[in-house]
């Protein structure tokens, strides 16, 4: 059994005893750190090749946090009481990967989001690892694998919802019968694919 495999089958059984006491060491440890943190590699290796992950110059990984649930509201304190106050009800369209994702790019303006996993949670948070790539590093410009992220098409992706996270959230990922309102898009459609 190779390294990817071991890795891929500890993540898998998060019910082990092995893995909830790495977990509850991990989430002592990032809740004390900022809310966005670049690390040096990846937590899960094997996701983030799947995902396009290289060790090599111009790929950066950083460890995202973002709260858990539906937006949140002040309740209204003045008249009377409406019939939808909204308080926690409210969800966002976007899901929270494509939201890690956002707020990391604009941290690090200089590069690209290329995807992103899912890390760890407690009853508070979410923790995602988000890859990103600079398009200007001559190691990017020569590798043919990943140079078709230097076109102007893919330039700030994650905001346009070209990340794969974003075209699920956007309703991308069905296809055939029942499909039809979502593409080219909700909007071009009245919203009628939610």
Excluded: C
Aim: aromatic share 8%.
């Amino acid at each position: 059994m190779n390294l990817y495999k071991n890795v891929r089958e500890f993540w898998k059984d998060r019910n082990s005893e092995e893995f909830k006491e790495l977990r509850r060491k991990r989430m002592m440890e990032w809740r004390r750190q900022p809310t966005s943190i670049r690390i040096r590699r990846p937590t899960r290796i094997d996701r983030a090749r799947a995902l396009g992950y290289r060790a090599k110059q111009g790929f950066v990984v950083v460890r995202t946090r973002v709260r858990r649930g539906s937006r949140r509201m002040p309740r209204p304190n003045r008249g009377r009481t409406g019939k939808n106050l909204a308080n926690s009800d409210i969800t966002s369209s976007r899901n929270l990967r494509w939201i890690a994702e956002s707020r990391t790019a604009r941290k690090y303006s200089n590069l690209e989001v290329l995807n992103s996993y899912w890390v760890g949670q407690d009853g508070r948070s979410k923790w995602f690892e988000v890859i990103l790539v600079d398009p200007t590093h001559p190691a990017i410009f020569k590798d043919k694998n990943i140079s078709w992220i230097r076109s102007k098409n893919q330039r700030r992706r994650v905001f346009r919802g070209l990340t794969s996270s974003a075209k699920r959230a956007r309703g991308l990922r069905n296809k055939g019968v029942g499909a039809e309102k979502a593409r080219p898009s909700r909007n071009a459609h009245g919203n009628r694919n939610k």
